[in-house]
């Protein structure tokens, strides 16, 4: 069974960038179907960005444009390059399948404040 863990979050100012990485353990994985979702306190986990099974690169109104979903099948990674960052991109960031399965990682914090 994959194993997927998120890494690369952290305190960051508007306007600035992060990258976050969905390392998978085990066999090869493409990523296909993968993506990026996050949550707020309180509220859902939403899909930011995803390389959908069926459709081209999808990405949330709210992060088109500032936000850029790559894989990297040889190292089995799959990132999020987060660039302009604002105080609403705040959350808890997590990587899982598109439409998301059960099973969820501890995913990574990213703070954009002053």
């Known amino acids: 069974q994959v194993q997927l863990v998120e890494s690369g979050g952290g305190l960051v100012q508007p306007g600035g960038s992060l990258r976050l990485s969905c390392s998978a353990s085990?066999?090869?994985?493409?990523?296909?179907?993968m993506g990026w979702y996050r949550q707020v306190p309180g509220g859902q986990r939403d899909l930011v960005a995803s390389?959908?099974?069926?459709?081209?690169?999808y990405y949330s109104p709210v992060v088109k444009g500032r936000f850029r979903i790559s894989r990297d099948v040889f190292q089995n990674t799959m990132y999020l390059q987060m660039n302009t960052l604002t105080p609403e991109d705040t959350a808890l960031y997590f990587c899982?399948?598109?439409?998301?399965?059960?099973?969820w990682g501890r995913g990574t914090q990213v703070t954009v404040s002053s």
């Open positions: 899982n399948s598109d439409p998301p399965g059960n099973s």
């Open positions: 085990g066999n090869t994985f493409n990523f296909a179907g």
């Open positions: 390389f959908p099974t069926s459709r081209s690169t």
